[in-house]
């Protein structure tokens, strides 16, 4: 066992780690306030970040898990390390070299740590990477050539190469200070029949590295033909160090650009990351051995800084085939809803893959690929609608049954509405309202039910004649909906034509919606009535829980922020903030349409669009300020 480090090194491990540097290597920080950073916490899963780190003070805390500490705390947290690993990592980064108390200026660290069988892979990739040089490797290196990889992408990547014998890397690591048993536990070594060899053989090799540029892994590719192990591609089994339900190969060379992109773009192959890098899309990552799952999300939600609010985009690229087809479709149920940013696929043509469409196009070509992605629901959407025959009846009201639901899963609703309407012309529905219709219905009406109280009196009583549930009055998303409603039936004349002149589509839930329906059939603010006298008329044709809705409403005091707030300021910033919501939306939706246009095929159309984002954008932080102003 080695001394103690001395604890004047470890002070100066804390004082010269930037902890929102070393943080910002597995999370997006932004400011928030005060000389606070924020984001989506590492320690548990969120939607809204709670995750604050202080630079000035060298601290860290999650307000929603209240995991908290300094950067030592943060690396041995999130790394899985020992006190003292952690505090060699982070001196490594910083280049000061430390004292042992007792154990001089170097340390021989504790057999089998993570620490060490991160060593024992760093030094098997050196060996690989070496052997890459030799003649033996010639088909290795002809095979990167061949697919138009010089050597600056195979030394970018650290690729490598697993010579023939047995034992070749074994005696190697043996000779650098590494005991068999740990690198067996590393995935580097098996047991043979004759004693202890090398994992992988004659092969191809890329080192697999965690989002800190550890390297953890190995993926190898079959490049002889008379290799006898018949698999295209072997990776490193499960180890203490490798989960490749975690790991995205590519990860550490892209999540700067991610980050800063906010965009990921997910391929399928070694190559095909590699390709991405080469042609100019630095954001490209791809699962390791298993298909893109959950625990990737979670990975890439933190870097994308994907809330509640944010909404950045995952780009999916399959090949053609059927099998990338049902990749696609397994990404849309594990990924789509997932990710609160915008999903999308891109289908290479003549099902080429990223590497060999850069092969027979051009870089160009794989950059317009990712330019003509289109939504992910989209392509979901159609692969379910192809299963009917559209040219009867039974199959398009069949198609409807199956599909509407999948558009009510939506969370952006500004897209919902869009994309209910765009539904009823691909099945052929003559009314598209009420396709939009059941869509609102279903993304509304199916959580209200489950929790709703069953009275045994109206059991028979269908819905359509009972109407929309009640909202929750308490749901912060609905809180302005339900202000502006307030203000234009308890004080008309404060609402007045800015409140006229809302569109339906300022309001999402069904409720909300039937309830602005109802008052501008009744007159509007301008029409003259107030107190009692309004309430009858805009309830008088409504749906009963609507109705009930209208009362309430009616009645419900304003919650104005201090004791003598005035209601004017009260209605004014509601009204803001609800355009604000709205204008919103209609940025979500110019930026999906952006997303969906190529700037080489559409210029034109594209300047216009950007020019209308600028001017919304500033209309919708006027807005805000404006409803700040006035709730503050």
């Known amino acids: 066992m080695a001394g103690r480090i001395r604890e004047s090194d470890i002070a100066q491990v804390r004082e010269r780690s930037q902890i929102d540097e070393v943080v910002g290597e597995y999370v997006q920080l932004r400011r928030a306030g005060g000389g606070a950073l924020k984001g989506l916490c590492p320690f548990h899963d969120e939607k809204t970040p709670s ?9 860290f805390h999650c307000f929603g898990c209240g995991e ?20 060699e990592r982070l001196a490594e980064r910083v280049g000061l070299q430390l004292t042992y108390e007792g154990g001089g200026t170097s340390v021989q660290r504790d057999r089998g740590t993570r620490s060490r069988l991160v060593d024992a892979h760093k030094a098997a990739q050196e060996f690989y990477a070496e052997q890459l040089r030799t003649p033996e490797a010639l088909k290795a290196r002809e095979f990167l050539t ?9 030394t970018t990547f650290g690729c490598g190469f697993a010579p023939a014998g047995w034992d070749r890397l074994t005696k190697y690591l043996l000779g650098r200070g590494f005991e068999v048993a740990e690198l067996i536990k590393g995935g580097l070594v098996k047991e043979g029949r004759q004693g202890p060899i090398d994992q992988f053989h004659r092969r191809l090799l890329w080192p697999i590295k965690d989002i800190g540029g550890d390297v953890v892994g190995f993926g190898a590719r079959r490049i002889f033909d008379d290799d006898q192990i018949q698999a295209k591609y072997l990776n490193t089994r499960e180890t203490p160090i490798y989960k490749k339900t975690q790991v995205l190969f590519g990860l550490d060379t892209a999540k700067r650009e991610i980050a800063k992109r906010h965009q990921v773009v997910v391929v399928e192959g070694y190559t095909d990351v590699m390709a991405m890098h080469a042609a100019g899309v630095p954001t490209a990552v791809a699962s390791c051995g298993t298909a893109f799952g959950i625990e990737h999300i979670k990975v890439l939600r933190r870097l994308l800084m994907d809330d ?28 789509d809803q997932e990710f609160t940013a915008q999903t999308f696929i891109a289908v290479a043509p003549d099902g080429m893959d990223p590497c060999d469409l850069r092969q027979a196009k051009g870089d160009v070509a794989v950059k317009d690929l990712v330019a003509r992605r289109r939504p992910l629901f989209t392509f979901a959407i159609h692969a379910e609608l192809a299963e009917f025959d559209l040219d009867t009846a039974e199959g398009r009201v069949e198609a409807l049954r199956r599909t509407v639901p999948l558009v009510a899963r939506i969370k952006d609703h500004s897209l919902r509405d869009d994309y209910a309407r765009q539904l009823s012309g691909w099945v052929g529905w003559d009314d598209p309202q009420t396709v ?14 489950r929790a709703r109280a069953v009275n045994p009196n109206q059991g028979a009583l269908p819905v359509e004649a009972e109407g929309p549930p009640r909202p929750n009055p308490a749901d912060p998303e609905l809180l302005a909906q339900r202000e502006v409603l307030k203000v234009a039936l308890q004080e008309p004349a404060l609402a007045g034509p800015v409140y006229d002149s809302m569109p339906l589509s300022a309001f999402t839930h069904p409720a909300y919606i039937a309830v602005h329906t109802a008052v501008l059939e009744a007159g509007g603010t301008a029409s003259g009535l107030t107190g009692a006298e309004l309430l009858e008329v805009v309830g008088k044709n409504c749906a009963p829980t609507v109705r009930r809705l209208v009362s ?53 159309e594209f300047r216009e669009l950007w020019g209308d984002l600028v001017a919304m954008e500033e209309w919708h932080k006027a807005l805000g300020a404006q409803a700040q102003g006035g709730l503050g």
Request: glycine share 8%; proline share 4%; net charge neutral.
């Open 51 to 59: 995750f604050n780190v202080r630079s000035t003070h060298g601290t």
């Open 68 to 87: 908290g500490g300094d950067v030592i705390a943060f690396v041995m947290k999130i790394d899985h390390l020992t006190f003292v690993e952690s505090v």
């Open 146 to 154: 061949e697919r138009g990889f010089d050597e600056a992408s195979a």
């Open 308 to 335: 509640a609010s944010f909404r950045g985009e995952v780009i999916f690229t399959f090949d053609g085939d059927e099998a990338g087809q049902k990749a696609a479709r397994k990404a849309f149920d594990d990924g």
């Open 436 to 449: 939009v219709r059941r869509v609102r219905e279903t993304a509304g009406i199916a959580p209200a039910r």
């Open 552 to 604: 309430e409403l009616g009645v419900e005091p304003m919650p104005l922020p201090r004791k003598n707030a005035s209601v004017e300021r009260h209605a004014s910033a509601y009204l803001n903030a609800l355009q604000k919501e709205q204008v919103g939306r209609q940025i979500a939706e110019i930026k999906s349409r952006l997303q969906r246009l190529s700037p080489l095929e559409h210029a034109e």
